[in-house]
């Protein structure tokens, strides 16, 4: 068994399994037994500190409850609790206790001893400093603030400053060691991190120049030796003050004049979770860069965790590189601007061993003689942050010679330490932009980087939570992980948030993001912390052109998660190939991601903080864009929803299926359409919002997607309708309710529905409109097997159909009646009303003799007179070809396919069959 503080709060067995309590009360108990181990601690004591000091009456039968739950929790070999007069003690070995290892740890280390009056200065470096492996252990122990759900808020801050302190003195005494070893590069992002949350402590501030300075990071050294002496209340200290004019003078000297080497193997970073599989890439495109000399680039959005991919990649693999390891921060994507690649060849020439006094002036000089310092060696160049191929192009390395084998001695993964072969240094570039032109001119080996799978994610959260909390809530942790986009950044950040608030569920957190105004917001970062969510997309936006910047506040509009290139230049008001190439520009950022040709997909954070954007739009620039984006998507929807196939939608023939195309780009667009037609009926555009609606229906009707929004969508239309005043409008969509609530098997409220639409339709004059949507419900009844009420209705339309008003529809009322009835089982009744169909078709339009002539197919088809159907559907087909419908010729030969194969004439079937879809694919 084994207690963990130092995060988290966290009980696991030898074999992994993690049991920790949940009560917050239970947590706190076993907390301070744990940090006073093998010490009895008082029951008023314990109960002070469970309770914060406000305990109620029946707190000490409480702590019994707690301490038998307990006892039953530490029921294995390792750890026992035990009552020891007033008190209890917890006995056990203290390396079980975290807090307790890393105390021993910094004892072993040295760091318990109190320093020397007078440190003497050292002048030669010591390599083998024992105490570096014995704290870089400790300190790996920390999986983020110590005790932050212990459930005791008086608990930590007795204890806290006290471990706080502890941590500093380590992570000083460490650097000390790594100075000395030549080694103190490897240390600066922890100094840094440290040094920023402890402004006062002048010696971290002091060790973190010399680590930069002794790196080769000279401009981030005195950046951060102003930064420390800025925030003093006073004049430096001596080491602090020493320590920076080091750093003016010249680079350190306590090591080797070589690039700062990392350790060949540390501990694993235990807040880093997941990425084995960009791990085994990433060692692939290694073998692939020492035979090459290709640059390797890792690319991704903001916050994917990039940086730190490479940093724990570079942790397994160190012993590929003995001669070390350069690193430059190029700041690519900094409000501050990208840095100029002569001062970081600045900074490498000086970790190369190139006298301070002796740089070259120009930066072609200095280019061409980091080239020269870099032939033979082994070793890596980690290029973070770059902004573009101008930018990385003097920082590359010549390549091997043409011809050369592999320059390194065996192969990169077998773990060979021939040091003595020469070879071509290795460069792993890190960037939020695609880098094509370092594809395409160097050879570069892609390596895109992208968010967190879900077990990871919640791996994430646990590591930073704790087991117990992410498993007590397994929904709310997928639903906040799902609501971070699964970027690690904002998972990050989320478990922060919930790490100090220990009272919080994950579902609380998970609500606050999901909401669309401030959700966002709740993934800021702290001044001491990460940058938060919209201040690293911030920084990519920045360095956008004004075009590409301008379609990517007007995307802010677009409600969808994916959006096609059509769609943006009616947003854009721009030519599709300009739009296009804006795109582009976008997706080459990771702002956006082409996922198919000519469609883009964003991320959901992404897409808020577009939105964003697009509310610092004036009104009027707002409204004229989402009026053009209106009208784009009426006119596309006007060309699947206006025709023959509507109106017929339900069929047998397959004129109730939506054109595949259409299917395809509803599943796309729904989402996106729902909410423009909210958005439409929100700012006035009421005409358009109904219009909207009612196409969607027809749509949601017709493609067989899923209808968990139909209701929504109708509801919001009819009220747009009623708001214009427009009686067809709401007939329309009154209609489409009933057809909904028929396609739900609510059938009595589909009539009632049918009723108000008629009556609307009445209101408005329009007996046209009135036949229409009784035939669109008994269409929809037909569809659910409801012959008992489809056919009477189809009967009454038959009957309304033979007065003036309505005549011109009788031929299609008398063929929907004939096919229902073949479907009901009465092709008797069916082929009388087919055949009467055929007569009044003669005198009417093409398409018409044609449906006629399918429906008496069909009825001589089921009553078995097989060769007379054969006929009449080739008499359809004939008929198909004078009139210009590719659609309809396709059914004709689809039912001549059926028929055939259904006497045995199965060759002839095949061809009609091809001929059918030929047609229906727009082909003759």
Request: charged share 25%.
């Amino acid at each position: 068994m084994h207690i963990d503080l130092l995060g988290p709060v966290a009980v696991r067995r030898d074999d992994g399994t993690t049991v920790t309590p949940s009560a917050p009360k239970r947590r706190a108990l076993l907390s301070t037994l744990a940090i006073r181990l093998n010490q009895t601690v008082g029951t008023d004591e314990l109960i002070e500190l469970v309770w914060d000091g406000d305990a109620p009456p029946t707190a000490r039968a409480a702590l019994q409850g707690h301490v038998a739950a307990l006892r039953q929790l530490l029921d294995c070999p390792g750890l026992t609790l035990g009552t020891r007069g007033a008190g209890y003690l917890l006995a056990g070995d203290p390396d079980r206790v975290d807090l307790l290892h890393f105390r021993g740890l910094c004892d072993r280390a040295g760091v318990l001893r109190p320093a020397p009056a007078a440190p003497a200065a050292s002048t030669e470096p010591e390599p083998h400093d024992p105490a570096v492996p014995l704290l870089r252990a400790a300190l790996d122990l920390f999986r983020g603030p110590a005790l932050v759900d212990c459930g005791s808020v008086l608990l930590r801050e007795r204890t806290l400053p006290h471990v706080t302190d502890l941590r500093l003195r380590a992570l000083d005494r460490l650097a000390e060691g790594l100075l000395g070893a030549g080694r103190g590069g490897e240390l600066a992002a922890e100094l840094a991190e440290a040094a920023a949350a402890h402004p006062t402590r002048q010696t971290l501030a002091a060790r973190l120049v010399r680590c930069l300075d002794q790196a080769g990071r000279r401009d981030e050294a005195a950046a951060w030796y102003d930064r420390a002496v800025a925030r003093l209340s006073g004049p430096p200290g001596p080491e602090l003050r020493h320590a920076g004019e080091r750093s003016a003078d010249g680079p350190e000297r306590d090591g080797p004049p070589r690039p700062a080497r990392l350790p060949r193997r540390g501990a694993p970073d235990r807040r880093f979770t997941g990425r084995s599989a960009e791990f085994a890439r990433l060692d692939e495109a290694l073998a692939a860069a020492v035979r090459s000399g290709h640059p390797i680039l890792v690319t991704g959005p903001a916050g994917v965790g990039k940086t730190s991919l490479v940093q724990h990649w570079l942790q397994r693999s160190a012993e590929h590189f003995p001669d070390g390891v350069l690193h430059a921060e190029l700041g690519g994507f900094d409000p501050a601007g990208p840095r100029e690649p002569a001062d970081v060849l600045a900074g490498f020439l000086l970790a190369l061993g190139e006298p301070a006094g002796a740089l070259p002036a120009s930066p072609e000089e200095r280019e061409q003689r980091y080239r020269e310092l870099l032939a033979g060696r082994r070793l890596l160049i980690v290029l973070d942050d770059a902004r573009s191929y101008e930018q990385l192009a003097p920082l590359l390395p010549d390549p091997p010679p043409p011809g050369d084998g592999p320059a390194w001695g065996g192969d990169p993964g077998d773990g060979d330490g021939d040091t003595g072969t020469p070879g071509t240094p290795v460069v792993v570039v890190t960037s939020r932009s695609r880098l094509r032109d370092l594809l395409v001119r160097d050879g570069g080996i892609p390596l895109p980087l992208g968010v967190l799978g879900a077990e990871d994610a919640a791996e994430l959260l646990a590591r930073t939570l704790g087991p117990a909390r992410v498993a007590a809530e397994p929904q709310a942790a997928a639903d906040l992980a799902a609501a971070c986009d699964h970027l690690p950044l904002a998972l990050r950040l989320a478990a922060a948030r919930l790490a100090a608030r220990p009272g919080w569920t994950l579902g609380d957190l998970a609500a606050e993001l999901a909401d669309e105004q401030t959700g966002l917001a709740t993934l800021a970062g702290t001044d001491r912390g990460p940058i938060g969510v919209t201040t690293a997309l911030d920084h990519t936006y920045r360095t956008l052109p004004p075009a590409p910047a301008r379609l990517f506040t007007l995307l802010g509009l677009h409600p969808g998660a994916v959006i096609d290139t059509a769609t943006a230049a009616a947003l854009a008001d721009l030519p599709p190939a300009t739009t296009r190439t804006l795109l582009t520009r976008l997706d080459a950022v990771h702002l956006l991601e082409e996922t198919t040709p000519g469609r883009y997909a964003r991320r959901e954070l992404v897409r808020r903080y577009a939105a964003g954007q697009a509310a610092e739009l004036t009104c009027d620039d707002r409204f004229v864009a989402l009026d053009r984006l209106i009208a784009h998507y009426l006119a596309v929807t006007a060309a699947w929803t206006t025709g023959g196939w509507t109106t017929a939608a339900w069929t047998p023939e397959g004129g109730g299926a939506a054109p595949a195309d259409a299917a395809a780009w509803f599943r796309r667009e729904e989402s996106a359409l729902r909410a423009v037609v909210v958005c439409a009926e929100q700012f006035g555009r009421t005409a358009e919002s109904w219009q909207l609606a009612h196409r969607i229906g027809l749509l949601y009707e017709t493609t067989g997607h899923d209808r968990t929004h139909w209701r929504a969508v109708t509801e919001a239309g009819l009220r747009a309708a009623h708001g214009c005043a427009d009686q067809a409008a709401v007939a329309r969509l009154a209609t489409d309710l009933a057809v909904l609530h028929v396609d739900r098997a609510a059938h009595r409220t589909a009539v009632q529905q049918l009723e108000r639409a008629v009556a609307a339709a009445d209101r408005a004059g329009d007996q046209l409109l009135r036949h229409h949507c009784r035939a669109r419900v008994a269409g929809a009844l037909l569809r659910a097997g409801r012959y008992d009420q489809a056919l009477p209705l189809m009967t009454d339309l038959v009957s309304a159909a033979r007065t003036p008003a309505v005549g011109d529809l009788l031929v299609r009322a008398l063929t929907d009646l004939a096919d229902a009835l073949v479907l009901a089982g009465a092709p008797g009744p069916a082929l009388v009303h087919a055949d009467e169909a055929v007569r009044v078709a003669t005198t009417r339009s093409g398409v018409e003799a044609v449906l006629a002539t399918q429906s008496r197919a069909r009825a001589l088809q089921a009553l078995g007179r097989r060769d007379a159907a054969l006929s009449t559907a080739r008499l359809a087909v004939a008929l198909g070809r004078t009139v210009g419908d590719t659609g309809l010729e396709s059914r004709t030969h689809g039912l001549l396919a059926d028929l055939l194969c259904e006497l045995g004439r199965t060759t002839e079937g095949a061809v009609a069959r091809r001929q059918a879809r030929a047609l229906a694919a727009g082909e003759r």
